[in-house]
Nanobody
C-alpha cells in the first residue's frame, strides 16, 4: 500500500519562508515522480511543482517560479518544497502526490495523494 504524508505547513508572514516535506512509502521511491499541488478555498486544486524520478527535471507553475524549489532525497524517500517570498495568495492546503510516470504536471496522472498540509500567509 502506497502512503504519502506531508508535513511542515503553518502560519507565516508575507515575505517569509516555509519548507514542506513529504514522505512516500510502499513503492520504490527512485521509480516515483513527485508533485506538489495546492487548493485554496473555493478554487480547484492546482499544480505547483513537479520533479522527475531522477530528480534532474523540475517544473513549476508560473505563479511560484523563482520563489519555490522542489527537491528530493531518495535515501530518505522524501520530497521537499522550499517556499520563499511567500505571498497571501499562496495560502492554501498543499498536497503531495506520487506517480509511476517519469515526470508529470497533470493532476489526473497522480494516483497517490497525501492528506494535505495547511499553509497560511498573513499580510
Amino acid at each position: 500500500q502506497v502512503r504519502v504524508m506531508e508535513s511542515g505547513g503553518g502560519l507565516v508572514q508575507a515575505g517569509g519562508s516555509l519548507r514542506l516535506s513529504c514522505v512516500v512509502s510502499g513503492r520504490t521511491f527512485s521509480l516515483t515522480s513527485l508533485g506538489w499541488f495546492r487548493q485554496s478555498t473555493g478554487k480547484e486544486r492546482e499544480f505547483v511543482a513537479a520533479i522527475s524520478r531522477s530528480g534532474i527535471d523540475t517544473y513549476y507553475a508560473d505563479s511560484v517560479k523563482g520563489r519555490f524549489t522542489i527537491s528530493r532525497d531518495n535515501a530518505k524517500n522524501t520530497v521537499y518544497l522550499q517556499m520563499s517570498s511567500l505571498k497571501p495568495e499562496d495560502t492554501a492546503v498543499y498536497y503531495c502526490a506520487a506517480s509511476s510516470l517519469v515526470v508529470t504536471t497533470l493532476l489526473r496522472e497522480y494516483p497517490y495523494w497525501g492528506q494535505g498540509t495547511q499553509v497560511t500567509v498573513s499580510s
